[in-house]
């Protein structure tokens, strides 16, 4: 398929999965995934911003709004839980998906997830920057406050990480994500409060997220120690320096933690950590297209348009993305065992269709 065809494709399944009250589908046509994710909306919200289709982006917005707009009782309840210095279990916490319709999900699946929350603040800020209309901001006060209170007292707490997994670890792609929220917004506002958490955010990051020179994918607490806990890469690693700018796309840490991402998981696409084990760990387009989007921002163009082709190759006839595809798995022995269990991987996975477009903006 065409570059023009696929980013027409990708724009129109996008906006035929869109719920009427603005919510996106992570995948229609898989069952686990028929909810919608904050952190997968932003993105995919941020990709129709980028594509012109910005009534899209702020419908999804408003949706957050929709969900979030009530749960002042409950934040501030946490709140006052964590100055009382009491328990508070994970399952208190915000979900980190949500019905299409806005309801809260409550199933089993792990919920505390904190990079959804940080990515939609910086998506609503980018979005505002992009069409200028800041009566958002009054629109949506108090979900973005809500939000903020959230972010500003959690930050820190273990948390799932973007894949749905290590809940007993704190991610700094996570991080970057609360980082990149709290800083976007405090700059728009021009709210020092906001500005001056970031900035503890990413001094915490570079204090005790760094291993042998580059960026770990999870560090824990020993006693009263923060330190890395799984020391290897994660592809999710390269938000710290795109979108969300905890470090330069040509940071020396940056540009060492690319290489182990190149050495330990690059193939024809990237793959998400070494032990990835689901669907027998193959490689996603979503990664290898933000991959190709931080080469574009180094400058790097082949490299960039080598992904962008790679990407464009897995798509079916009719212009739909999967998550993954089953190449250079990590784990061949466990592919079978997931297609038992749920079928094929998802297709479409719209936050893969969005990374294609953002890729393919990136580089015009």
């Known amino acids: 398929m065409e570059r023009e065809q696929l980013i027409n494709s990708s724009i129109s399944i996008i906006k035929l999965n869109q719920h009427p009250s603005g919510g996106y589908v992570a995948s229609p046509l898989f069952p686990p995934y028929s909810y919608s994710w904050l952190r997968d909306g932003t993105f995919i919200a941020n990709a129709m911003d980028r594509s012109m289709e910005t009534e ?14 009530d749960k002042r009782p409950r934040v501030d309840a946490l709140i ?18 949500y019905h299409l319709d ?14 959804g929350y940080g990515a939609w603040l910086w998506g609503l800020t980018e979005h505002i920057r992009i069409t200028g209309h800041s009566e958002l901001l009054n629109e ?10 959230y972010l500003m007292t959690f930050w ?26 709290l800083k976007a917004l405090g700059e728009l506002e021009n709210r020092a409060p906001l500005l001056e958490k970031a900035a503890l955010i990413k001094k915490f990051i570079m204090d005790h997220a760094i291993y042998e020179g580059r960026f770990v994918k999870s560090i824990h607490c020993l006693g009263e120690v923060w330190q890395p806990a799984l020391n290897g890469v994660d592809a999710s690693l390269l938000w710290l320096a795109v979108p969300f700018g905890v470090c330069e796309v040509n940071d020396p840490i940056m540009l060492k933690t690319v290489q182990a991402i190149e050495a330990d998981l690059k193939h024809g696409g990237i793959q998400r950590y070494v032990e ?27 490299e ?50 969005a990374m294609f477009l953002v890729l393919s903006d990136s580089l015009k």
């Open 56 to 69: 899209s982006a702020e419908l999804f917005y408003r949706w957050v709004h929709h969900v979030l707009k």
């Open 80 to 97: 006052r839980k964590q100055e009382a210095k009491e328990w508070i279990d994970r399952s208190e916490f915000f979900g980190t998906r």
């Open 102 to 115: 806005g309801r809260d999900d409550l199933s089993e699946w792990g919920h505390f997830q904190l990079d």
């Open 140 to 149: 949506l006060r108090e979900t973005i406050e809500i939000t903020v209170d």
């Open 156 to 181: 820190h707490f273990p948390n799932f990480d973007c894949w749905e997994e290590f809940p007993d670890y704190v991610h700094p792609a996570t991080l970057a994500c609360v980082y990149g929220g």
């Open 276 to 302: 990835d084990r689901y669907y027998g760990g193959g490689e996603w387009l979503l990664l290898t297209a933000w991959y190709g989007w931080y080469q574009a921002e180094l400058g790097n163009r082949e």
């Open 304 to 353: 960039a348009q080598r992904c962008l082709d790679w990407v464009m190759s897995k798509a079916d006839k009719l212009g739909r993305l999967p998550e993954q595809v089953a190449e250079s798995l990590r784990d061949p022995s466990s592919h079978p065992e997931w297609i038992a269990k749920w079928g094929e991987p998802a297709l479409p996975l719209l936050w893969s269709q």
